[in-house]
């Protein structure tokens, strides 16, 4: 068995590593070339095809265009593992491109034959994986073991060809002695999960390597490299000696960073803003948050930060960020649907390089409660404009500025309003967020308390944790808000504050985290003005919904007065539970429960709790999951909502 060393994915045409005990040599390139050949099938070589697509995203299905085969030879294709497990068997089977592709055509009779000699370096790939060092592949092309075959071979094309595939996957191999040498010697090789007697499997020991590599960088030593990855299997022991040795080189500096690639999007800016300067430590961790905190930036459609492969004569090591922009003009479209409140429609166009430092202009109006009525007085309405000046005065400081008018029309109450909002937001560290601003919000209501107009200045501020490991869809961690807002009613001369705050955690359970469970609670009041009248309508407490308690309308939780008219609450409470089981990599279900309460009172007296729960579909997208929940409340209003249906895109909380 010929083979390259390690990292070159070159592997000869035959697995056959049983070989004479004195064979050192031999044994020693072999164990190399897997490390190759596991890079094959790791998980991120695999690509799906889709087809089903919805706003340019494909769902579902396959969008590969059907291509002419030339000279299309038809084959037939059997794999059999004897001794295998029903596991591994599945994973050869699923491997073998020859089994799952068997119903469509090759070109040429050699076209058959790379495509067996590719599927062999597969399989070898998986039963190194599995830590079976002594296996052996063999794939027959009618009749004809491959090894024999001419080197332009001809098939009888009066039928399929027969290609038969035979995997002896042979004992299952742990490793031996290991040592750590060079600049890793001073490392616990356990650390890397290398332990006398573990898994010997071929990733485990391609991943040492890789965060051992990683951890010397971590100390700052930007030229840490693997210097040997020597690997000896033992078959009369069965076991896998492994020598790791790197070179850590010296600690350095961050030098100069250029810019390569931004045309339209001010190359100072990108530099500015990804907060790598110039005589900082480096760091893999910062370069690694300064490419994701480019990419978050939407006037950028792909983000990379290279390292120069050698120190500066300062000792510095210089970086480049290359930058690709994306469309900065756009428009569109948004659907959403509840079956108690009815449709929604919305419509938006944006710029995302406003003046050339990825500023963003986005103006949007929305329709909502279609369906639910058919007077078009009851609809609720939305316009907005909306600016961000990311990098504003400091790198870590982004402005909001915004100007929005609104209808609203729930079943609680009718309120017309024009809000201004001005505000700063300052990331103190990768998890941390302050913000404060200022507000002026107009509001004309009519509710239980009659028709009253509002006009309030406010100041907002906010603080908020993040350590959520995914915006988008969590598996672990938290997130944490907690705002104050001191108000100032001029019409009414009602001087008050709002204070709100929330909490949502995330635990990922069993095998790929198959299992998360999910955890909301919010709560807040208001403190302030001599009755609840004088509260603007919009700022009082409301709940129930699709963010709020699933099954009753929007708003509908609230407390009432003697007419049974919603007058709203100074306190609310409410919080959730979810179980996120994943089906596949594409469906999950969602059982949940919410609670909530709604009370008068600057701190809820929990008189009135109301319950929902259901179960909810997930299929996930590129941006998100798409989220569709069915609930009921466990104890409905007298005339109430009976049932609710939610969708839209991302989990709920």
Same mark, same amino acid.
């Given at each position: 068995?010929?083979?390259?060393?390690?990292?070159?994915p070159t592997l000869n045409t035959r697995n056959d590593m049983q070989g004479p005990p004195g064979a050192r040599a031999l044994r020693r390139a072999a164990v190399a070339a897997f490390l190759a050949a596991g890079l094959l099938s790791w998980p991120g070589f695999v690509a799906q095809a889709h087809a089903f697509k919805?706003?340019?995203?494909?769902?579902?299905?396959?969008?590969?265009?059907?291509?002419?085969?030339?000279?299309?030879?038809?084959?037939?294709?059997?794999?059999?593992?004897?001794?295998?497990?029903?596991? *591994?068997?599945?994973?050869?089977?699923?491997?073998?491109?020859?089994?799952?592709?068997?119903?469509?055509?090759?070109?040429?009779?050699?076209?058959?034959?790379?495509? #067996?000699?590719?599927?062999?370096?597969? /399989?070898?790939?998986?039963?190194?994986?599995?830590?079976?060092?002594?296996?052996? =592949?063999?794939?027959?092309?009618?009749?004809?073991?491959? !090894?024999?075959?001419? @080197? &332009?071979?001809?098939?009888?094309?009066?039928?399929? +060809?027969?290609?038969?595939?035979?995997?002896? @996957?042979?004992?299952?191999?742990?490793?031996?002695?290991?040592?750590?040498?060079?600049?890793?010697?001073? *490392?616990?090789?356990?650390?890397?999960?290398?332990? @006398?007697?573990?898994?010997?499997?071929?990733?485990?020991?391609?991943?040492?390597?890789?965060?051992?590599?990683?951890? *010397?960088?971590?100390?700052?030593?930007?030229?840490?490299?693997?210097?040997?990855?020597?690997?000896?299997?033992?078959?009369?022991?069965?076991?896998?000696?492994?020598?790791?040795?790197?070179?850590?080189?010296?600690?350095?500096?961050?030098?100069?960073?250029?810019?390569?690639?931004?045309?339209?999007?001010?190359?100072?800016? %990108?530099?500015?803003?990804?907060?790598? !300067?110039?005589?900082?430590?480096?760091?893999?961790?910062?370069?690694?948050?300064?490419?994701?905190?480019?990419?978050?930036?939407?006037?950028?459609?792909?983000?990379?930060?290279?390292?120069?492969?050698?120190?500066?004569?300062?000792?510095? /090591?210089?970086?480049?960020?290359?930058?690709?922009?994306?469309?900065?003009?756009?428009?569109?479209?948004?659907?959403?649907?509840?079956?108690?409140?009815?449709?929604?429609?919305?419509?938006?166009?944006?710029?995302?390089?406003?003046?050339?430092?990825?500023?963003?202009?986005? %103006?949007?109006?929305?329709?909502?409660?279609?369906?639910?009525?058919?007077?078009?007085?009851?609809?609720?309405?939305?316009?907005?404009?909306?600016?961000?000046?990311p990098g504003a005065l400091l790198p870590r400081i982004t402005w909001d500025a915004s100007l929005v008018a609104k209808r609203e029309t729930p079943d609680t109450y009718t309120a017309n309003s024009l809000t201004a909002l001005s505000k700063l937001s300052y990331e103190l560290n990768d998890r941390d967020t302050v913000?404060?601003?200022?507000?002026?919000?107009?509001?004309?209501?009519?509710?239980?308390?009659?028709?009253?107009?509002?006009?309030?200045?406010?100041?907002?501020?906010?603080?908020?944790?993040?350590?959520?490991?995914?915006?988008?869809?969590?598996?672990?961690?938290?997130?944490?808000?907690?705002?104050?807002?001191?108000?100032?009613?001029?019409?009414?001369?009602? =001087?008050?504050?709002?204070?709100?705050?929330?909490?949502?955690?995330?635990?990922?359970?069993?095998?790929?985290?198959?299992?998360?469970?999910?955890?909301?609670?919010?709560?807040?009041?208001?403190?302030?003005?001599?009755? /609840?009248?004088?509260?603007?309508?919009?700022?009082?407490?409301?709940?129930?919904?699709?963010?709020?308690?699933?099954?009753?309308?929007?708003?509908?939780?609230?407390?009432?007065?003697?007419?049974?008219?919603?007058?709203?609450?100074?306190?609310?409470?409410?919080?959730?539970?979810?179980?996120?089981?994943?089906?596949?990599?594409?469906?999950?279900?969602?059982?949940?429960?919410? =609670?909530?309460? +709604? $009370?008068?009172? &600057? +701190?809820? !007296?929990? $008189?009135?709790?109301?319950?929902?729960?259901?179960?909810? /579909?997930?299929? #996930?997208?590129?941006?998100?999951?798409?989220? *569709?929940?069915?609930?009921?409340?466990?104890?409905?209003?007298?005339?109430?909502?009976?049932?609710?249906?939610?969708?839209?895109?991302?989990?709920?909380?």
């Amino acid at each position: 068995m010929n083979a390259r060393r390690v990292g070159t994915p070159t592997l000869n045409t035959r697995n056959d590593m049983q070989g004479p005990p004195g064979a050192r040599a031999l044994r020693r390139a072999a164990v190399a070339a897997f490390l190759a050949a596991g890079l094959l099938s790791w998980p991120g070589f695999v690509a799906q095809a889709h087809a089903f697509k919805l706003f340019g995203i494909t769902l579902f299905g396959s969008e590969e265009e059907e291509t002419e085969v030339i000279d299309p030879v038809s084959y037939s294709a059997t794999l059999s593992a004897p001794g295998a497990g029903k596991e *591994l068997a599945e994973r050869l089977e699923n491997t073998a491109t020859l089994v799952q592709d068997a119903e469509e055509p090759v070109s040429g009779d050699l076209g058959l034959v790379v495509k #067996a000699r590719e599927d062999r370096e597969r /399989l070898v790939a998986v039963l190194y994986e599995e830590a079976r060092y002594g296996g052996v =592949v063999r794939i027959a092309l009618a009749g004809t073991d491959l !090894d024999e075959l001419p @080197p &332009i071979p001809r098939f009888d094309h009066s039928r399929p +060809v027969s290609v038969t595939i035979t995997v002896e @996957p042979g004992p299952v191999f742990t490793l031996g002695s290991v040592r750590l040498e060079g600049d890793a010697a001073r *490392l616990d090789p356990a650390t890397y999960g290398l332990v @006398p007697g573990g898994a010997a499997g071929s990733v485990r020991i391609i991943q040492a390597g890789e965060r051992i590599v990683r951890d *010397l960088k971590a100390e700052g030593r930007p030229l840490s490299r693997l210097t040997t990855r020597d690997v000896v299997a033992d078959h009369a022991t069965r076991t896998v000696s492994v020598t790791l040795a790197a070179e850590s080189g010296p600690v350095a500096s961050l030098g100069t960073v250029s810019v390569k690639g931004a045309r339209a999007v001010s190359s100072d800016f %990108i530099r500015r803003y990804s907060r790598l !300067d110039d005589g900082q430590p480096y760091s893999p961790e910062q370069l690694k948050k300064a490419a994701e905190r480019l990419r978050a930036l939407s006037a950028l459609s792909s983000v990379t930060v290279r390292e120069a492969d050698h120190l500066a004569p300062d000792g510095s /090591l210089p970086l480049t960020i290359e930058v690709s922009e994306g469309k900065f003009r756009y428009f569109g479209a948004g659907a959403e649907y509840s079956s108690i409140d009815g449709a929604g429609l919305s419509g938006y166009w944006g710029h995302r390089n406003l003046f050339g430092e990825a500023e963003t202009l986005r %103006i949007e109006g929305k329709v909502s409660g279609l369906g639910a009525t058919t007077d078009y007085t009851s609809f609720d309405y939305t316009a907005g404009i909306y600016f961000t000046k990311p990098g504003a005065l400091l790198p870590r400081i982004t402005w909001d500025a915004s100007l929005v008018a609104k209808r609203e029309t729930p079943d609680t109450y009718t309120a017309n309003s024009l809000t201004a909002l001005s505000k700063l937001s300052y990331e103190l560290n990768d998890r941390d967020t302050v913000s404060g601003g200022a507000e002026i919000a107009f509001s004309e209501s009519e509710d239980a308390f009659g028709t009253n107009t509002y006009l309030t200045f406010a100041l907002p501020f906010t603080f908020e944790r993040d350590a959520r490991d995914n915006k988008l869809d969590p598996i672990e961690g938290f997130r944490l808000t907690a705002a104050v807002t001191p108000s100032y009613e001029a019409l009414g001369g009602t =001087v008050f504050s709002s204070f709100e705050g929330s909490a949502s955690g995330y635990v990922g359970l069993g095998a790929d985290d198959r299992l998360v469970l999910a955890a909301h609670l919010a709560a807040g009041s208001v403190v302030g003005g001599d009755g /609840l009248e004088d509260i603007p309508t919009t700022r009082r407490f409301f709940a129930g919904g699709g963010g709020s308690v699933r099954g009753y309308a929007y708003q509908e939780i609230s407390p009432y007065n003697n007419q049974n008219e919603a007058t709203g609450g100074r306190s609310y409470t409410v919080g959730s539970l979810e179980a996120r089981f994943k089906v596949n990599e594409k469906i999950g279900i969602v059982p949940f429960f919410d =609670v909530g309460t +709604v $009370s008068t009172e &600057i +701190v809820p !007296d929990f $008189s009135d709790i109301r319950m929902g729960a259901g179960l909810g /579909l997930r299929y #996930a997208t590129p941006f998100g999951p798409l989220r *569709l929940d069915v609930a009921l409340p466990l104890n409905r209003f007298d005339g109430g909502s009976r049932y609710g249906i939610y969708a839209g895109i991302g989990q709920s909380f």
